[in-house]
C-alpha cells in the first residue's frame, strides 16, 4: 500500500472525504500513479495533485479510476458533487479543476486552440454556485475540525473559530436533541451535506449518532467515530425510510434524520 503524505489540514473535509476515498480504491487496485497514467487521459503529476488535495480531480477523472479499478462510480460521484461545492466555494476560479482546450484545425494546417471548456458539466457548476450561497448565509461550517469559518458549539450557539474535533480513548458525547425551525438538531452540526461513511470521524458524526439514538437506532457508544455498530444502525434507519441501505450518511440521510 502506498504511504501517502498527510493531506493540508487546512483542507475542507467534504474534500479530505474524496480524496481518502481515491486513495483507497488506488490502493485497493494496486496500480501505480504512472499505470493510472497510462490507463486515463490524466497524467502521472495530474494524479499526484488529485491524490495529494492540491487540485480538486475532475467528474471525469473519478470516473475513470473507477472504471479502471472496476469499481461502481455511484458513490464516488455523490462524495464529489459534495467535495465540488466545498471547493468551489473556498477557492478562487483559478483553482477550480483543471481545464481542457478544444481545437480546430486553422487556415495554415496547424491547430489552434479555440476555447477552454471546464470539464466540470454543467450541473456540477451549479451546484458549486449554490454551495457558496449556502456558505455566504450560513456561518457556521460543516468540517468537522480545523477548518475555516464559524461552527455550532454543544449548546448550539455560533462561534467564530471553532474547536477541532478531538477526543480522547474510551471518551463518549451527550446528546440533547431539541428541534428548530422544524428540524432535529443535536447542537454539534448543522450539516446538511457531510458524507460519513465507514471510519469517518467528527462532530458530524456526533451529530448523526445522536440523531440516529433519539429516533430509537442504537448506534453504539456516541463517540465520533463511524464504526460498525454505526453503520448498522444508519442500514436500519435507511431501510425504514426507504433510502438505499448502503450505512453511508449523505445528505438524504440527513434529510429524513432531521425531520
Not at 474534500?15 to 488506488?26: A, D, I, N, P, T
Not at 458524526?205 to 456516541?222: I, K, N, S, W
Not at 450505512?247 to 434529510?255: A, E, L, M
Request: aromatic letters at 6%; charged letters at 25%; proline letters at 6%.
Amino acid at each position: 500500500m502506498s504511504r501517502w503524505k498527510e493531506l493540508p489540514g487546512s483542507l475542507d473535509q467534504r474534500v479530505r472525504q474524496l480524496v481518502v476515498q481515491l486513495r483507497r480504491l488506488k490502493d485497493h487496485s494496486g496500480l501505480s500513479l504512472a499505470s493510472l497514467a497510462v490507463k486515463t487521459s490524466y497524467s502521472k503529476s495530474s494524479w499526484e495533485r488529485y491524490l495529494n488535495g492540491r487540485n480538486l480531480p475532475p467528474r471525469e477523472a473519478v470516473e475513470a479510476l473507477a472504471r479502471v479499478c472496476g469499481t461502481d462510480a455511484t458513490r464516488l460521484m455523490a462524495l464529489h458533487e459534495v467535495a465540488a461545492q466545498a471547493w468551489g466555494a473556498e477557492r478562487p476560479a483559478k483553482e477550480l479543476p483543471e481545464r481542457t482546450a478544444e481545437w480546430e484545425p486553422a487556415a495554415d494546417g496547424r491547430r489552434r486552440a479555440v476555447r477552454a471548456r471546464m470539464l466540470l458539466p454543467a450541473a456540477v457548476v451549479a451546484l458549486i454556485v449554490a454551495g457558496a450561497a449556502l456558505l455566504a448565509v450560513r456561518p457556521w461550517q460543516d468540517d468537522t475540525g480545523g477548518g475555516q469559518g464559524a461552527q455550532v458549539t454543544a449548546a448550539g450557539r455560533s462561534t467564530g473559530a471553532a474547536p477541532a474535533f478531538s477526543r480522547r480513548p474510551g471518551e463518549t458525547f451527550d446528546c440533547h436533541v431539541r428541534r428548530t425551525d422544524g428540524a432535529l438538531y443535536a447542537g454539534r452540526s448543522h450539516t446538511a451535506t457531510a458524507i460519513l461513511g465507514n471510519g469517518a470521524g467528527g462532530w458530524e458524526v456526533v451529530e448523526a449518532q445522536c440523531l440516529l439514538h433519539h429516533r430509537g437506532y442504537d448506534p453504539g457508544p456516541v463517540d465520533g467515530i463511524v464504526g460498525e455498530n454505526t453503520m448498522r444502525a444508519v442500514k436500519r434507519f435507511q431501510s425504514k425510510a426507504g433510502l438505499p441501505p448502503d450505512g453511508i450518511v449523505g445528505p438524504d440521510t440527513w434529510k429524513v434524520l432531521r425531520r
